[in-house]
């Protein structure tokens, strides 16, 4: 009897599941592999059986690829050749926005080797896969049997999520997203600050050479009591907002023109004969770069490599086009951050983080000669095991002041990253200072209201696998349930306002599941919040999330349940600070407690308000301390 080879259908794309037929796969005989929820859902819903390729990967798998990737961030400064697309001593290629090159390395690897070790268990001789896949399955059947038919059509569409834009806003309860090009986002953004920004004087006037504290990618909304602090004290404030402008909405207009701030953009600072010169080093730089790149292909081959299979091949043509689309962007950044320091004279720097285009480059510019604060602007509880995700937050490798929430951060930056006392300080959370102004809270409707909060599920370090996502939407089923049975009892649900494809996939979720229950996004958390009398916070992150504290500070009892296999002893665990369960535990007692039980709901909220004691220097006064530190400088 002969033998039939082993086939694996390795799909791609939901589009590719679309089109896909159970009668293909039974003809075949063929096992079937998705490689992300979407597609996974779509064969689901078509009734074609498959495995979920993501499973084949070890805990170490992860923790390794992660480490690779964050190994990548700076990857031309291991070839010379690199140096010749320096411009005012800045590499062009080091200003792309470093999450996002995260994102992208790490959705490849992860699928990589997710193959990789299907391959080495199943042994099979054939493979039946997209043009991109093929692509990217080549260097790990080399040497081996295996035939691979590109007979699925889609495109692996990579440049998708960086050049597009999402506007969001509400009608009514109904979230609404809109997706726009990066180039029109830019137009509508230039126009609009061009126009507020002349009507209402805000644009920064060179030829006043007052000292100023800059302030790169805020919120001014976000900060008000920040801003007051310092305009009180006489300082003069500048925003530069790539991204999101500082003009966003009409709160942040008038707290900027009340406290006498200005803005500063890349069109309206450069001069037109500046914005031609731009255009001329793009051409060289593009050049350049496309030389280079076709002339160091074994270079990048051996170094973009994991267990020595090359994945170069499949993020090449990608990653290229990435860079030469924000090659102008890029330039004039650069052009722009070295003419703001000529111009300008600046007393001090705040940033948010390091990793963002806007801020590199001015980082990069200043190189530590005026004084910088780098703000920790989310929750952060590093335990030991998770010690490496730590490289998101900047500290590593930033030089200059650190400004801190609480003892237990500084404590870790100094023990575990050997970061100076003295560039150390425990300032406090400027941003939640406005929570502990009681009077700001609206009064609570009548009815009972249950508050469901989520992370954004992002793929830094792969929460974003598919089975994550099953075991999210077996949870919120279980949620609405268990609420829809108790009489009175209301649900909301509150997103993070994070812009990503997960992010979206989760609010079509319950959108699908409670077509009835209000989605929130953008709206501000701590209204929202105010008005609940039970917050359930879904733990998926390695980190705990910034809107539990936030709950905590406005003295709501918090269900929080973990997802994650393990409890982990963050310090509200070891306040007791919430009712901490599991995704599997029952919720029908843990919600009526909260509701019901009054003595119950009041200890937690003792604990609660201990714990943000603890967690939370200065609270309600970090603006002013902040404030001093700056006007320190």
Same mark, same amino acid.
């Given at each position: 009897?002969? *033998?039939?080879?082993?086939?694996?259908?390795?799909?791609?794309?939901?589009?590719?599941?679309?089109?896909?037929?159970?009668?293909?796969?039974?003809?075949?005989?063929?096992?079937?592999?998705?490689?992300?929820?979407?597609?996974?859902?779509?064969?689901?819903?078509?009734? &074609?059986? %498959?495995?979920?390729?993501?499973? !084949?990967?070890?805990?170490?798998?992860?923790?390794?690829?992660?480490?690779?990737?964050?190994?990548?961030? +700076?990857?031309?400064?291991?070839?010379?050749?690199?140096?010749?697309?320096?411009? +005012?001593?800045?590499?062009?290629?080091?200003?792309?926005?470093?999450?996002?090159?995260?994102?992208?390395?790490?959705?490849?690897?992860?699928?990589? $080797?997710?193959?990789?070790?299907? #391959?080495?268990?199943? *042994?099979?001789?054939?493979?039946?896969?997209?043009?991109?896949?093929?692509? =990217?399955?080549?260097?790990?059947?080399?040497?081996?049997? &295996?035939?691979?038919?590109?007979?699925?059509?889609?495109?692996? +569409?990579?440049?998708?999520?960086?050049? *597009?834009?999402?506007?969001?806003?509400?009608?009514?309860?109904?979230?609404?997203?809109?997706?726009?090009?990066?180039?029109?986002?830019?137009?509508?953004?230039?126009?609009?600050?061009?126009?507020?920004?002349?009507?209402?004087?805000?644009?920064?006037?060179?030829?006043?050479? *007052?000292?100023?504290? =800059?302030?790169?990618?805020?919120?001014?909304?976000?900060?008000?009591?920040?801003?007051?602090?310092?305009?009180?004290?006489?300082?003069?404030?500048?925003?530069?907002?790539?991204?999101?402008?500082?003009?966003?909405?009409?709160?942040?207009?008038?707290? $900027?023109?009340?406290?006498?701030?200005?803005?500063?953009?890349?069109?309206?600072?450069?001069? /037109?004969?500046?914005?031609?010169?731009?255009?001329?080093?793009?051409?060289?730089?593009?050049?350049?770069?496309?030389? #280079?790149?076709?002339?160091?292909?074994?270079?990048?081959?051996?170094?973009?490599?994991?267990?020595?299979?090359?994945?170069?091949?499949?993020?090449?043509?990608?990653? =290229?086009? &990435? /860079?030469?689309?924000?090659?102008?962007?890029?330039?004039?950044?650069?052009?722009?951050?070295?003419?703001?320091?000529?111009?300008?004279?600046?007393?001090?720097?705040?940033?948010?983080?390091?990793?963002?285009?806007? +801020?590199?480059?001015?980082?990069?510019?200043?190189?530590?000669?005026?004084?910088?604060?780098?703000?920790?602007?989310?929750?952060?509880?590093?335990?030991?095991?998770?010690?490496?995700?730590?490289?998101?937050?900047? /500290?590593?490798?930033?030089?200059?002041?650190?400004?801190?929430?609480?003892? !237990?951060?500084?404590?870790?930056?100094?023990?575990?990253?050997?970061?100076?006392?003295?560039? &150390?300080?425990?300032?406090?959370?400027?941003?939640?200072?406005?929570?502990?102004?009681?009077?700001?809270?609206?009064?609570?409707?009548?009815?009972?209201?249950?508050?469901?909060?989520?992370?954004?599920?992002?793929?830094?370090?792969?929460?974003?696998?598919?089975?994550?996502?099953?075991?999210?939407?077996?949870?919120?089923?279980?949620?609405?349930?268990?609420?829809?049975?108790?009489?009175?009892?209301?649900?909301?649900?509150?997103?993070?306002?994070?812009?990503?494809? !997960?992010?979206? !996939?989760?609010?079509?979720?319950?959108?699908?599941?409670?077509?009835?229950?209000?989605?929130?996004?953008?709206?501000?958390?701590?209204?929202?919040?105010?008005?609940?009398?039970?917050? #359930?916070?879904? %733990?998926?992150?390695?980190?705990?999330?910034?809107? $539990?504290?936030?709950?905590?500070? $406005?003295?709501?009892?918090?269900?929080?349940?973990?997802?994650?296999?393990?409890? =982990?002893?963050?310090?509200?665990?070891?306040?007791?600070?919430?009712?901490?369960?599991?995704?599997?535990?029952?919720?029908?007692?843990? #919600?009526?407690?909260?509701?019901?039980?009054?003595?119950?709901?009041?200890?937690?909220?003792?604990?609660?308000?201990?714990?943000?004691?603890?967690?939370?220097?200065?609270?309600?006064?970090?603006?002013?301390?902040?404030?001093?530190?700056?006007?320190?400088?």
């Amino acid at each position: 009897m002969v *033998k039939l080879e082993k086939t694996l259908i390795f799909v791609d794309t939901d589009s590719d599941a679309y089109d896909f037929s159970a009668s293909r796969i039974e003809s075949s005989k063929s096992t079937v592999f998705s490689f992300n929820i979407r597609t996974h859902k779509l064969l689901e819903e078509k009734g &074609i059986e %498959h495995e979920i390729g993501e499973v !084949y990967l070890s805990e170490e798998d992860h923790y390794n690829v992660f480490d690779k990737t964050v190994s990548y961030w +700076e990857w031309f400064k291991n070839n010379p050749a690199f140096q010749e697309l320096e411009l +005012e001593n800045i590499n062009l290629l080091s200003v792309l926005d470093t999450s996002e090159l995260h994102q992208l390395l790490i959705s490849e690897l992860y699928i990589f $080797l997710a193959m990789k070790r299907i #391959i080495e268990k199943t *042994k099979p001789g054939k493979i039946i896969t997209s043009n991109h896949f093929s692509i =990217l399955l080549k260097p790990l059947i080399v040497k081996s049997n &295996i035939r691979i038919e590109t007979s699925l059509g889609s495109n692996h +569409e990579f440049l998708v999520s960086w050049n *597009k834009f999402l506007i969001r806003f509400n009608i009514g309860k109904i979230p609404i997203s809109i997706s726009i090009s990066r180039s029109s986002y830019d137009k509508i953004r230039n126009f609009l600050e061009s126009i507020i920004g002349k009507m209402l004087g805000l644009w920064v006037n060179i030829k006043n050479r *007052k000292k100023m504290v =800059l302030f790169i990618e805020f919120g001014p909304s976000q900060y008000s009591e920040l801003i007051h602090n310092l305009a009180k004290n006489g300082s003069n404030l500048l925003f530069v907002n790539r991204r999101r402008p500082a003009i966003w909405n009409l709160k942040s207009i008038r707290l $900027l023109r009340k406290n006498r701030c200005k803005i500063a953009s890349p069109p309206q600072f450069l001069s /037109y004969k500046e914005k031609k010169q731009a255009e001329i080093l793009l051409l060289n730089f593009s050049q350049k770069l496309e030389k #280079i790149w076709n002339a160091e292909v074994q270079f990048l081959s051996n170094l973009f490599s994991i267990e020595n299979f090359t994945f170069w091949p499949s993020i090449s043509e990608a990653l =290229l086009q &990435i /860079y030469k689309s924000r090659m102008l962007e890029h330039v004039l950044l650069v052009k722009f951050s070295k003419k703001l320091f000529e111009k300008i004279d600046f007393s001090s720097i705040v940033s948010l983080n390091t990793m963002g285009e806007t +801020e590199k480059t001015i980082l990069n510019t200043n190189k530590n000669k005026i004084s910088t604060v780098l703000l920790e602007h989310g929750a952060s509880d590093y335990l030991e095991e998770f010690s490496r995700y730590d490289v998101t937050s900047g /500290y590593r490798n930033f030089e200059d002041k650190i400004a801190v929430w609480n003892e !237990y951060q500084k404590k870790y930056l100094m023990e575990y990253r050997k970061i100076p006392e003295k560039r &150390i300080f425990v300032t406090g959370s400027p941003r939640h200072d406005d929570f502990f102004n009681k009077e700001t809270l609206e009064k609570k409707p009548s009815e009972k209201i249950v508050l469901i909060v989520l992370p954004a599920i992002a793929e830094m370090n792969f929460l974003s696998d598919t089975q994550t996502f099953i075991r999210l939407e077996k949870l919120l089923k279980k949620i609405f349930v268990t609420v829809k049975n108790m009489h009175g009892i209301n649900l909301v649900v509150k997103l993070h306002p994070a812009t990503n494809s !997960y992010n979206e !996939y989760t609010k079509k979720l319950i959108q699908k599941l409670e077509p009835e229950v209000p989605i929130y996004q953008i709206e501000p958390i701590k209204k929202i919040i105010g008005l609940c009398d039970v917050m #359930i916070n879904i %733990h998926i992150e390695l980190m705990p999330s910034t809107v $539990l504290l936030e709950g905590l500070i $406005l003295k709501k009892p918090i269900i929080n349940i973990t997802m994650l296999d393990k409890f =982990l002893e963050f310090q509200y665990i070891k306040d007791n600070a919430v009712l901490s369960i599991s995704d599997q535990s029952d919720l029908i007692k843990p #919600i009526n407690d909260l509701l019901y039980d009054k003595e119950f709901s009041e200890k937690l909220i003792h604990n609660g308000q201990t714990h943000v004691e603890k967690f939370l220097a200065n609270p309600g006064n970090a603006s002013k301390s902040l404030a001093d530190l700056l006007n320190s400088f």
